[in-house]
């Protein structure tokens, strides 16, 4: 039997993806620019800002206070912002598709 047929890895949740899709959702709206926003340009924008950011996992209701207190940090908001800034730009420049 598989390992993860033992254990049940759904409960295992990354806060930095929702607070980078929220941020993503932000700047691409107030874009100055056309941005392709087809699935693989958008999904392309999120994972590399999402590899560019530390991760926020959590599994119990303390591990989700730690997360809230790590997500409250001025620091931790600064760089999920620059990460999909800098994610949008480069999608942007060079597109996955043509």
Same mark, same amino acid.
């Given at each position: 039997m598989a390992f993860k047929d033992n254990y049940d890895f759904d409960q295992l949740v990354n806060e930095? /993806?929702? +607070?980078v899709i #929220? /941020? +993503?959702? =932000?700047?691409? %709206?107030?874009?100055p620019e056309p941005l392709c926003l087809c699935e693989d340009?958008? *999904? #392309?924008? $999120?994972? *590399? &800002?999402l590899n560019s950011v530390k991760p926020l996992y959590r599994v @119990? +209701? +303390?591990? @989700?206070?730690y997360a809230a207190? &790590?997500?409250?940090? $001025?620091s931790y908001a600064e760089s999920v912002k620059n990460a999909v800034a %800098? &994610?949008? $730009? =480069?999608v942007k420049a060079h597109p996955s598709h043509d």
């Open positions: 930095a /993806e929702r +607070l #929220d /941020e +993503l959702e =932000k700047q691409v %709206s107030r874009y340009c958008v *999904l #392309d924008m $999120a994972t *590399l &800002a @119990s +209701l +303390l591990g @989700s206070i207190h &790590a997500m409250d940090e $001025a %800098s &994610a949008i $730009a =480069k």
